[in-house]
C-alpha cells in the first residue's frame, strides 16, 4: 500500500468520526497548549532575571578586591595588613591579562580620605569631605558603562589633570567661611523643577588636592598639607550620571597615574620606610561571554584573591528558577498524560469498530506492518493536529498575558530596561518545534498498544464480526 493511499484512508477514518476525534484532540490541544504555556512563563521568568541582573551590573564581568585603601598598603605602617594575600598590583595585572578569556581589564586605586585634602576657590575657601577619590583610566569609562550628565569625559590628552565627579559629589563641599547650616549646600528640588546650585561648578572650577603632613599636628588636632611640591592642581571636567551599581554618584575620579604619584609622594613626605608598589583595590576582568565567567573566576580565586560576580547570583537565581519550572512542567505533563490516555481509548473503541475491516484487510493480504501503520499513523495526526491547534492557542494566550501582564509583572520585579524584559511570556521558535514533535510522539506511543492489538485480530473472526 502505498503512502499517499495511507494518508488518504487515516484522514478518512479521523473524519468519519469526526466527534469522537475532535474530543480527543481538544485533549492533546489542552495538554500541548499547557505545556507551552509553563515553559513560555518560565522562559520569561529566566529573560526577567537576567535583564534585572543586567541592570544590577555587567554580567560578563568578574569583579577583584585587593588592596587596601591610601597608605594602607604601606610595610611597616601601623595600619599595615598582617595577613598575607597576593596583591594586586601591576604584576597581578599582568597575570589576568594572560588568562585566555579575559578581553580587558579596569583597575581602581582609591585614595583614604586621610591622604588628601581637596579643596576649591580662593584661598581654599570650599571644602571636600566625606567623599571618595578614585583613580582609574578615563579612556576605559565606556567600558564600564559611566556617561556623562555634564561636560565632557577627558581624553588622552587632558586626563592627568582632569576631575570627574560623581553626581552627589559637588554638594560634598563645605564653605569654610559659614558657619551652621549656611555652610552646606544642600540638593533641594525647586518649584520649576531645577536644584539649587552646589558651591563650586563642577565642570569650570579648578580644584586643588594637597598631601596631609601626618607628622605635624595642628591645635584643632588636625594635621596640615605638605605645601608645595605636595600639592596637585586640576579642572573639572563632567559630572556622571548615575550608574545602576550605585558606584559612582559619590566618588570622585581623577586619572590612575596621579593617584599613584600621589600614593608615593604621601609616603615621602611622612617618612614611610620600605613602602611597595602602589596597590589596586579593585580591578575589573571583562571576559568574553558570560559563560566563560565562571572559569574566569575560579582562576582568580585559585590564586588567593576574593573575586566576585553578578554570574554567581545569576546561578543561584536560576537553581531556584529551574525548581518553579520542574513544577510548572510537571502540571503541563499531567494534561498531556491525560490527552496520552485519550487517544488510546479512542484507538481501541476504533479497533472494536473496524474490527470486520481488519479481517478484510487481511484477507486481501494487505501487510500486517500495513495495518499497524495506518493505525499508528492515525493516533499520530490527533497528536500533531492537537500540537498545531494548541501552539497557535498558546501564541494567542501568551499575547494576552504580555499586553495585560507585562508592564505589571516587569514593576514587580523592578526592571525598567527596554526589550524582552516586561515579557510574561516568551514561545521562541524551538519551543514551537519541540511542542510539535513531542504531541506526536505521544499520539505514536499512545496508538501503539492499539494498533499492536490490531494486528493480532484472527481474520476469520474479524470477518465473522458484526
Known amino acids: 500500500m502505498k503512502i499517499y493511499d495511507m494518508i488518504s484512508i487515516c484522514f478518512r477514518n479521523l473524519w468519519r468520526r469526526k466527534g469522537r476525534t475532535m474530543l480527543t484532540v481538544i485533549g ?243 617618612n614611610v620606610k620600605n613602602a611597595k608598589a602602589p596597590e589596586y583595590t579593585q580591578v575589573k576582568l571583562l571576559c568574553k561571554d558570560i559563560n566563560s565567567v565562571d572559569a574566569v573566576q575560579k582562576a582568580v580565586t585559585d590564586l588567593g584573591y576574593n573575586a566576585t560576580s553578578m554570574a554567581q547570583v545569576r546561578q543561584q537565581m536560576q537553581g531556584e528558577l529551574g525548581v518553579i519550572q520542574l513544577v510548572l512542567g510537571g502540571l503541563a505533563a499531567i494534561s498531556l498524560l491525560v490527552a496520552a490516555i485519550s487517544i488510546t481509548n479512542t484507538m481501541i473503541m476504533s479497533i472494536y469498530e473496524r474490527t470486520k475491516e481488519i479481517g478484510i484487510m487481511k484477507v486481501l493480504g494487505c501487510y500486517i506492518g500495513n495495518i499497524r501503520l495506518m493505525f499508528l499513523m492515525e493516533a499520530g495526526m490527533i497528536g500533531l493536529l492537537g500540537g498545531i491547534i494548541g501552539t497557535v492557542i498558546s501564541y494567542g494566550i501568551s499575547i494576552i498575558m504580555n499586553s495585560f501582564a507585562g508592564s505589571a509583572f516587569s514593576e514587580a520585579l523592578g526592571i525598567y530596561t527596554e526589550g524582552d524584559a516586561g515579557q510574561v511570556s516568551i514561545i521562541p521558535l524551538w519551543l514551537v518545534l519541540l511542542a510539535l514533535v513531542f504531541s506526536t510522539i505521544i499520539g505514536l506511543i499512545s496508538g501503539y498498544y492499539p494498533a499492536n492489538r490490531a494486528v493480532k485480530i484472527s481474520a476469520l473472526e474479524a470477518i465473522r464480526n458484526e
Open 28 to 270: 492533546v490541544v489542552i495538554g500541548s497548549c499547557a505545556v507551552i504555556v509553563m515553559i513560555s512563563l518560565g522562559l520569561g521568568m529566566s529573560q526577567a532575571m537576567d535583564n534585572m541582573l543586567a541592570s544590577w551590573g555587567d554580567l560578563t564581568s568578574v569583579t577583584i578586591y585587593g588592596g587596601s585603601r591610601g597608605g594602607m598598603f604601606d610595610e611597616g605602617s601601623s595600619s599595615s595588613k598582617t595577613t598575607e594575600k597576593p596583591r594586586l598590583d601591576d604584576s597581578a595585572l599582568e597575570i589576568f591579562k594572560a588568562m585566555e578569556d579575559v578581553e580587558d581589564i579596569v583597575p581602581k586605586m582609591e585614595l583614604s580620605s586621610e591622604m588628601v585634602v581637596t579643596t576649591s576657590g580662593r584661598n581654599d575657601r570650599y571644602l571636600l569631605s566625606y567623599t571618595t577619590i578614585v583613580g582609574i583610566d578615563f579612556t576605559q569609562f565606556d567600558k564600564l558603562g559611566y556617561e556623562a550628565e555634564q561636560g565632557i569625559l577627558p581624553d588622552e590628552n587632558n586626563k592627568k589633570d582632569s576631575i570627574v565627579f560623581g553626581l552627589e559629589v559637588p554638594y560634598s563641599f563645605t564653605d569654610t567661611k559659614k558657619h551652621g547650616e549656611a555652610a552646606y549646600a544642600r540638593k533641594t528640588e525647586l518649584p520649576d523643577g531645577t536644584v539649587t546650585p552646589p558651591f563650586i561648578d563642577p565642570i569650570a572650577d579648578d580644584f586643588k588636592i594637597a598631601i596631609v603632613n601626618t607628622k605635624k599636628t595642628n591645635e584643632d588636632g588636625s594635621h596640615p598639607v605638605g605645601g608645595k611640591g605636595y600639592e596637585y592642581t586640576l579642572h573639572g571636567t563632567s559630572v556622571l550620571k548615575q550608574d545602576t551599581m550605585w558606584e559612582t554618584p559619590y566618588s570622585m575620579f581623577i586619572d590612575i597615574e596621579l593617584a599613584k604619584d600621589i600614593m608615593e609622594a604621601y609616603n615621602k613626605l611622612n
